[in-house]
């Protein structure tokens, strides 16, 4: 009896033994579906709470409006060289949507966090922890797109900025570089601040000073020597630039300043190497942290 017993038991744990092959075999799509269930699961936080996507809209609107009025009159050679003011802003007002939809990615986050549920997500069976950085980067990435899409839209409205769809297809490639490397900041300073009040202290504190040090308002040429060392530094002067050559401009030199000049090109490629910098950064903070 005694032996039977033993038998039935090593059967039954035989067949309960799991099988890692099956596992290995599909973790790439099991990589998906947890990236798809965890993007989804942001797209009903916000089609229950959609304020947020409408503040992004409404806070550059009023800054293209309202900023564009205030200037109007001005003559055009005190700020810009024989271009109209709105033309002018209209980039940097493109470029701070994107900036201040993004540094917002890590509020979701943030408030997982607090809430306990980053901590399942942590403890359960998932196929890869970097499909939680993956969503996040997908959802951001598209609700920034479709506010920058407007903000586009109410720019060819206004000043017809945009005359070619390949100038549109370049900027959403700016846009979207933007995007991402001030995504993956964001989603680093989500995991390392204490709290959401923390975080949305720090983003108010950035938020406008990382507008004015750029030249989203006013060229380099109009800004004092320190300032110009700033906004060459922001890495928002040089997307703010190449989408305003696409849009304005027809010489190749985007940015002058005491140390060089750059192309479009060049730009675009400083914008891409900050991306990859910045998420390879927070890839191996999350890695590090809770791996």
């Not at 290995?24 to 099991?30: C, L």
């Not at 000049?261 to 999350?286: A, D, G, P, R, T």
Request: proline content about 4%.
């Amino acid at each position: 009896m005694i032996n039977t017993l033993h038998q039935s038991s090593l059967k039954y744990s035989a067949q309960l033994k799991p099988n890692n092959i099956i596992i290995a075999k599909n973790s790439k799509e099991n990589l998906l579906y947890e990236t798809y269930a965890l993007t989804k699961r942001l797209y009903i936080q916000l089609n229950r709470r959609p304020s947020t996507l409408i503040a992004g809209i409404i806070q550059p609107l009023l800054w293209l409006i309202l900023f564009g009025a205030l200037f109007q009159n001005a003559p055009i050679e005190l700020i810009t060289s024989n271009v109209q003011y709105g033309k002018f802003l209209s980039p940097g007002i493109i470029v701070f949507t994107a900036f201040t939809g993004s540094i917002n990615a890590g509020l979701p986050l943030m408030f997982d966090r607090e809430f306990g549920f980053l901590n399942r997500l942590l403890t359960a069976p998932l196929a890869s922890r970097e499909s939680l950085l993956i969503s996040s980067m997908l959802f951001i990435a598209t609700t920034t797109i479709l506010q920058t899409v407007i903000i586009i839209l109410f720019t060819l409205i206004l000043f017809h900025t945009i005359t070619h769809i390949y100038n549109i297809y370049m900027i959403f490639m700016i846009i979207l570089l933007i995007t991402l490397s001030i995504g993956s900041i964001s989603l680093y300073l989500a995991f390392t601040l204490p709290g959401h009040i923390e975080f949305l202290a720090f983003v108010l504190i950035i938020n406008l000073p990382t507008l004015f040090s750029s030249t989203a308002l006013a060229p380099l040429s109009f800004m004092p020597y320190w300032l110009q060392i700033i906004a060459s530094i922001n890495p928002l002067t040089y997307a703010i630039e190449s989408i305003r050559h696409i849009c304005i401009n027809s010489n190749n030199t985007i940015i002058q300043t005491a140390w060089f000049n750059l192309s479009i090109n060049e730009c675009i490629y400083l914008l891409l190497f900050m991306n990859i910098l910045s998420f390879i950064i927070v890839k191996n903070f999350i890695s590090y942290k809770f791996e």
